[in-house]
């Protein structure tokens, strides 16, 4: 219910760029599930707590990009430097979802690989998926 808000509201507020970063964020959704089931995660209710933190830096990080583009050449540079922004915000995140990884507890491993496939994904998701559908908007 709540992603279903979040997308009606970047639909309402930034148009059509709102309505393609939101289809965007639902292929995000379902193929962080897919990661995850091919990769065998024990998904335990911090698990759970891990796909909601992702799904909130995502819809945080797109949020940003449509509110710094205003033309199709701001795109790349509204990408990048939220990139930097964000990524360089999430280093001591980074370093422990590397030492949950590695843990014997299998709660804190399985928020630690959800946080990992979770990170990855949006890393490369975003610049591949979300930056070409913004693009082809603005070159029509």
Known sequence: IAVLAICVIFTIKYKTKGALVSIS?????????????????????EGIG??????????RMNQI??????????INEAIISTYKETFLKLI???????????????????FGL??????LLMAVYNIIV???LLKLKESK
């Open 130 to 132: 979300t930056k070409t």
């Open 65 to 74: 990009i449509l509110s710094k583009t205003k033309t199709a050449n701001m």
């Open 25 to 45: 964020c639902i292929g995000f959704i379902s193929i962080l599930l897919l990661i995850l089931r091919y990769t065998n995660v024990n998904i335990s209710i």
């Open 92 to 110: 001591p995140v980074m370093i422990i979802t590397l030492v949950f990884c590695f843990a014997k507890w299998t709660n804190l491993t399985s």
């Open 50 to 59: 891990a796909i909601i933190l992702v799904l909130a830096l995502n819809f």
């Open 114 to 119: 959800i946080m990992f496939w979770g990170l």
